[in-house]
């Protein structure tokens, strides 16, 4: 374990800035935090939860997976040191779960691969709930992370404790204004810290009597109905979301004999994304398309699909807080769980 001096974590970022492309919090003309390329002038530790999770840094919403050039077909496979500082536990969980699904028993998707083998996360542990919308503990991802991290900072005031998750991380430690820190009194005030985060952070009974209820198959069609015919099929529930992991892919010409094939987010909520070659479509309806997918986040899950078998949703709110028409997790669990 390591203490590092809050005045000196600037010095740290520029560092590792020359190691790493370094992704971090900071503040834009139009008021709002969002994760960039580290800027001195910019960065910040005055922010909450971010508008995106950094899903993105490994399955970024549009990339380029073919090139056709010269009568020549060129598989496009990217990835580079990156490290994301900053990033809360929900979202290390979101990440993990994306890149589980996109490795299944003997099939890897190369793409999210080889970025992700590049990717340092380090963890800004939450000293409490970054919003009202926030109910990680209920699912198990936060507000600080178990694994999954190269390195956890944990603020103490003026100073930060410092714990690695991996060989990785720690050697980014091992010298410099990093000091030593006795290991038991480093602890005893991590696990001071973590009792009164996730105390601070309200528990949803809901949850899990609405999961129960959707295990039994006891939840009235009427629920998925009511939110169908509110739902204005926008997709931003599912593009704020850190764990949906929908795409399609597209190809286009660039110019005579030439083109790209594209990967992009795509939404189960859209009406074309299950629609069949035959012009069929299993989930014809909003309701449908609604209750699928709120069934991927609660219901359907297991070892393989999801990392340590958790939720396949993380808590984070994100659904609830940017969906226009108010139907995220947080108003389907209670509706599920009200109605009778």
Request: charged share 25%.
């Amino acid at each position: 374990m390591k203490i590092l001096a809050k005045k000196d974590l600037l010095n740290v970022l520029k560092n590792w800035s020359g190691s790493y492309d370094v992704f971090a919090p900071g503040i834009k003309e139009t008021g709002d935090t969002i994760f960039d390329c580290f800027d001195e002038s910019t960065f910040t530790l005055d922010y909450g939860k971010p508008p995106l999770p950094q899903k993105s840094e490994v399955f970024p919403q549009n990339e380029i997976i073919f090139e056709l050039k010269n009568g020549e077909y060129r598989e496009v496979i990217t990835g580079n040191e990156k490290m994301i500082f900053g990033m809360r536990a929900c979202d290390v969980m979101g990440m993990r779960q994306a890149s589980s699904f996109m490795t299944r028993g003997d099939v890897t998707d190369p793409y999210c691969k080889s970025k992700e083998e590049g990717v340092l996360k380090v963890i800004m542990a939450c000293a409490g709930p970054q919003s009202e919308t926030c109910f990680c503990t209920t699912v198990g991802s936060g507000p600080f992370a178990e694994k999954g991290f190269d390195l956890q900072f944990y603020d103490m005031g003026d100073e930060f404790l410092v714990e690695a998750g991996s060989e990785r991380g720690g050697n980014l430690i091992v010298k410099g204004p990093f000091l030593e820190i006795d290991d038991a009194e480093a602890r005893t005030r991590i696990d001071e810290f973590k009792i009164k985060a996730s105390n601070s952070v309200e528990e949803m009974p809901a949850l899990k009597e609405a999961m129960n209820r959707l295990r039994d198959g006891s939840v009235s069609e009427e629920v998925w109905e009511h939110f169908g015919r509110k739902c204005i099929v926008c997709g931003g529930c599912a593009f704020v979301c850190p764990t949906c992991t929908c795409f399609n892919v597209s190809d286009y010409v660039t110019k005579p004999g030439e083109g790209l094939r594209v990967r992009s987010w795509d939404a189960c909520l859209f009406g074309g994304f299950t629609r069949e070659t035959s012009g069929h479509n299993p989930r014809g309806s909003q309701a449908l398309r609604l209750k699928r997918r709120h069934e991927h986040k609660l219901l359907y899950y297991n070892e393989t699909d999801i990392q340590d078998g958790l939720c396949g949703c993380v808590g984070c709110g994100r659904c609830s807080d940017y969906c226009p028409v108010h139907i995220g997790t947080l108003e389907v669990v209670k509706a599920i769980a009200e109605a009778r």
